[in-house]
Nanobody
Framework: QVLLAESGGGLVQAGGSLRLSCAVS????????VAWYRQSPGRERELVAN???????NYPDSAEGRFSISTDRARNTVALQMNNLKPEDTAVYHC?????????WGRGTQVTVSS
């Protein structure tokens, strides 16, 4: 069983930064892909950052140049550094891990960006 627990969300003004963290248990963080997704009311869940077991990172256009995903093997965590935040980044951010043909999700952390 893989458990994911997000933290670090909050309220920030536009242009500010936040760093989200996801504590991973039940599997080493580097064994497979881990990712951050977000979902806001009325919108589908969307990928904001992904890192593979090889360390390859992928971002959608909306996050490229502003968001950065990283893993910490010692702490077994996945971080999402978000800079130059915009009101449209407001959403619940979820951590995701793919293992053994399954997907695991955290409960999410709320990020609110005020204009």
């Amino acid at each position: 069983q893989v458990l994911l627990a997000e933290s670090g969300g909050g309220l920030v003004q536009a242009g500010g930064s936040l760093r989200l963290s996801c504590a991973v248990s039940g599997t080493p963080v580097f064994l497979g892909a881990v990712a951050w997704y977000r979902q806001s009311p009325g919108r589908e869940r969307e990928l904001v950052a992904n890192i593979t077991s090889n360390g390859d990172r992928n971002y959608p256009d909306s996050a490229e140049g502003r968001f950065s995903i990283s893993t910490d093997r010692a702490r077994n965590t996945v971080a999402l550094q978000m800079n130059n935040l915009k009101p449209e980044d407001t959403a619940v951010y979820h951590c995701n891990a793919k293992r053994w043909g399954r997907e695991f999700w955290g409960r999410g952390t709320q990020v609110t960006v005020s204009s």
